[in-house]
């Protein structure tokens, strides 16, 4: 498959400018560069959503004129998005087949069901057929996108961000899967931001740079300092110099006490978990996917009404609290869902933003009257402090970049008005699919406001992020909390046997430390 000198232009943004990009057959070629690089939109033309302004696509040699997605699926081009196109509250098996003939007009779920289960042994997937969407894990779902291309016979399959949702496990069991594919001649095409999994998985690495080719090279020939540099133009802290701190007793900002929660499933999710977070810290809780965490922060933000137990925000019982009043007591969230639940996709670059604070002065002169002076006034310095870049305050939330949608969320969630000042951030996987220079900056931000003595409730499955920014870590299991160790102190062995289960401590209380 070969991408000709294609360019592409929304307005105000020439998003792709003479790219030439080639995959061989039996080949997995990596496709690198930061949030808002090309990389999206150039398979977006490839697989019909988009349509480019100059160039061609050759497939076999012969040029072909690819107009939708329906035209891509005939030619053998399969694409896992990496914000999942599913419907929630429809099976597996309906989601998979959604669109195709062969099941017949009356559909025979049961043949379909089969055949799903046959591809999933293939290729070692675990996926019951009968689940509902809204049931599974992010890393299940991913799952059902590749069944949703397989079963329409891809020979060219585009992964954009396939290992962002998934377990280390996980992500092995993919590479496994994906080599399998190779040696049956599948060319797949392999957009990440993980520079180690680039190096690991790919034949051949391109990198795009602001819409143009920086270059095409082997593993063999860089590192991931040369990839960094190749995509973002400059030398990139992979790790971030910054001295752990003695947590020092005062008044919680946040204590939970012996919480359960429940999952979507109705099964207990967070099991008698008990933690303080102190103003000035990083509280960090690690553990792999699906163990509770974004159950527990949903109860957190007021998105999910806890079992039992207590949640307490500056000694007020917030239990059944709304994410209204959990807002105003100066909670910032940043949820793992950055399209489904951290932004509205169809709403403009200035809505979004504005968005919790809209009904507080001086942007609401009253119930019913807005001052758009105010509002834009207030939209453009967030913009300009968070460095969100967008062609317009006025386009739709749902074209930028993943790393921007997540600058757009801290421009808003930081932001402070006359009703609230933050005192409590909940970030959970914040830098998940972010490329480096985005990941770099939002650690930075996460440590200025730790700096600023603000209380951050960090979530990551990302053990050597959660060693790098935090003061002391929790680590979660099946929803219990293994133990609490200062991270100082903390032992990457000990950790990896709490996260898998193995290893139970006592959890750490933390000591009165003099004021300086």
Request: charge should be positive.
């Amino acid at each position: 498959m070969l991408m000709k000198e294609i360019t592409k232009r929304f307005p105000g943004v020439v998003a792709l400018d003479n790219v030439t990009f080639e995959v061989r057959r039996g080949e997995i070629h990596g496709l690198l560069g930061e949030n808002g690089a090309g990389k999206t939109t150039l398979m977006n033309i490839l697989y019909g959503v988009y349509r480019a302004d100059e160039g061609e696509i050759l497939i076999n040699g012969k040029r072909v004129s690819i107009k939708s997605p329906k035209d891509a699926i005939k030619l053998g081009i399969g694409m896992v998005p990496q914000h999942f196109k599913l419907v929630m509250a429809h099976s597996v098996v309906e989601n998979v087949i959604l669109g195709l003939k062969e099941f017949g007009l009356v559909l025979n779920l049961k043949e379909a069901s089969r055949k799903i289960r046959e591809l999933a042994e293939r290729y070692g997937f675990r996926i019951d057929p009968k689940a509902k969407i809204w049931q599974l894990s992010m890393g299940e779902r991913q799952y059902v996108e590749l069944l949703k291309a397989l079963i329409r016979n891809a020979n060219i399959l585009i992964l954009d961000e396939p290992t962002t949702v998934l377990t280390p496990q996980e992500t092995r069991e993919l590479f496994k899967t994906l080599k399998k594919m190779k040696e049956e001649g599948r060319s797949i095409i392999f957009i990440t931001h993980k520079l180690e999994e680039a190096l690991t998985v790919c034949d051949r690495i391109t990198v795009l740079r602001r819409g143009h080719v920086i270059g095409t090279v082997t593993p063999q020939e860089v590192t991931e300092a040369d990839l960094a540099k190749m995509m973002v133009g400059r030398e990139v802290l992979f790790r971030i110099k910054r001295e752990h701190r003695k947590v020092i007793i005062e008044t919680p900002i946040l204590k939970v006490e012996n919480l359960n929660v429940l999952s979507d499933k109705g099964v207990l999710a967070v099991k008698n978990v008990s933690f303080e977070v102190y103003p000035g810290e990083i509280f960090g809780i690690a553990g792999i996917a699906g163990s509770g965490q974004e159950e527990l922060a949903e109860a957190i933000a007021g998105l999910r009404k806890p079992l039992r137990g207590k949640i307490i925000i500056e000694g007020q019982d917030v239990t059944e609290a709304s994410p209204k009043k959990i807002f105003e007591l100066g909670v910032a969230y940043i949820p793992e869902d950055r399209i489904g639940v951290g932004i509205l996709p169809n709403l403009t670059v200035w809505e979004n933003i504005v968005l919790r604070h809209h009904r507080y002065p001086p942007m609401a002169k009253n119930v019913f009257l807005l001052d758009f002076n105010e509002i834009y006034g207030f939209v453009n310095r967030r913009i300009k402090e968070l460095n969100v870049i967008t062609s317009s305050i006025f386009a739709p939330a749902k074209t930028l970049s993943g790393g921007n949608i997540q600058r757009l969320i801290l421009a808003r969630e930081l932001a402070e008005n006359p009703r609230r000042k933050t005192k409590l951030i909940i970030a959970v996987y914040p830098t998940r699919g972010l490329d480096v220079g985005a990941t770099e900056y939002v650690r930075k931000v996460l440590l200025r406001q730790r700096d600023k003595g603000i209380a951050v409730l960090l979530i990551s499955e990302d053990l050597e992020e959660i060693l790098m920014l935090s003061d002391r870590i929790a680590v979660i299991h099946n929803g219990e909390i293994m133990g609490i160790v200062s991270a100082e102190e903390a032992n990457i062995e000990e950790i990896g046997l709490m996260m898998g289960g193995v290893l139970k401590k006592t959890s750490q209380k933390v000591k009165e430390n003099p004021k300086t």
